[in-house]
């Protein structure tokens, strides 16, 4: 059975950090490339970060380059965002993605929100 399951979301003050931690089991996470999305409240899932299937390649959603950090365990089955320099804007319901084409896996969600 496939899981990809978030944990590490909370309330965070703005400027702050948090860890987001996506653990997968039911699939060769190896073998996957890991995103993660985030959904704000009223509009529409979007893509925040990618990582490769070997963490030689990563992408960032311009709205976070520089402040977050997309990073994955292959021995551990975990995918990580670390979340620095927190701002209100990054209120959102963030979703672990695995993919390889043509399957694809959807984690929970976890909810994180940014508010002083």
Known sequence: ????????????????????????SGFTFSNYAMRWYRQPPGKERELVAAIGSVSTSTHYADSVRGRFT???????????????????????????????????????GTQVTVSS
């Open 70 to 108: 997309i990073s994955r365990d292959n021995l551990k089955n975990t995918v990580y965002l670390q979340m620095n320099s927190l701002k209100p804007e990054d209120t959102a319901v963030y979703y672990c993605n695995a993919i390889r084409i043509p399957y694809e896996y959807w984690g929970q």
């Open 1 to 24: 059975q496939v899981q990809l399951v978030e944990s590490g979301g909370g309330l965070v003050q703005p400027g702050g950090s948090l860890r987001l931690s996506c653990a997968a």
